[in-house]
């Protein structure tokens, strides 16, 4: 594959990870939310004395302002990725892919599945990161779904970007994918198959 559609591969994988607030793959912006803001302003209006009716109103405003700030933050980075190709979340993630800080960088593997085996799945977030330190087989790495016959895992590697290596995957490793995937929605998947026990180990 060429160096140039193997970045367009990423970048779009990468558009797909800061899609909505809640998928930015580390969880900055749901982090910033749950363990900063909320506990400061609206769980702290717990500290004043003050009549419970009106604490309910002054959560209920905090709120809706926390959630329109973590939208605003959302949108920036939107901005950044199509008019500032230097800076934001998705810049430093495409520049941290290519190794351009000194780094390892990633490498990209295609899956294909086998024939006679269950489908890959989906879920509302499309591109998700899963790392275990403890693990015989190393599928570290973020996983993107591409359709129900083929997943892209890009990974740490040497071989480069561009290098694309070629996988089919049987009826276990696509249920192991399948796990991870599941594992890491915010709360729907989508998949070809009505029932779980067809499509998870």
């Known amino acids: 594959m060429s ?3 193997a970045e367009r591969m990423l970048s779009f994988a990468f558009m797909m990870i800061c899609r909505n607030p809640c998928f930015d793959l580390k969880g ?3 982090n910033i939310k749950n363990n900063v803001l909320i506990p ?3 769980d702290g209006t717990d ?3 003050l009549p419970e009716n009106i604490k309910k109103v002054i959560k209920s405003e905090f709120r809706n302002n926390i959630d329109q700030l973590i939208r605003c933050l959302w949108i920036s980075n939107l901005y950044r990725i199509f008019f500032k190709k230097s800076k ?3 810049s430093a993630l495409l520049r941290f892919a290519k190794g351009l800080y ?3 960088g990633f490498q990209m593997i295609l899956y294909k599945r086998d024939d006679n085996t269950t489908y890959f799945i989906t879920s509302d977030n499309p591109a998700v990161e899963y790392h275990n330190a403890v693990t015989l087989q190393n599928y570290n790495g973020i996983y993107f779904p591409l359709s129900p016959d083929y997943l892209l895992l890009i990974c740490s590697g040497d071989a480069g970007i561009d290098h694309v290596a070629y996988r089919s995957a049987n009826d276990e490793i696509v249920r192991k994918f399948n796990y991870i995937i599941c594992s890491k929605r915010n709360k729907d998947i989508l998949a070809r198959q009505k029932k779980i026990d067809e499509i998870l180990p």
Do not use: E
């Open 3 to 5: 160096y140039s559609a």
């Open 28 to 30: 900055l912006l749901p």
């Open 40 to 42: 400061a302003l609206v």
């Open 47 to 49: 500290n004043y004395d």
């Open 88 to 90: 934001g979340f998705y």
């Open 102 to 104: 000194g780094n390892k």
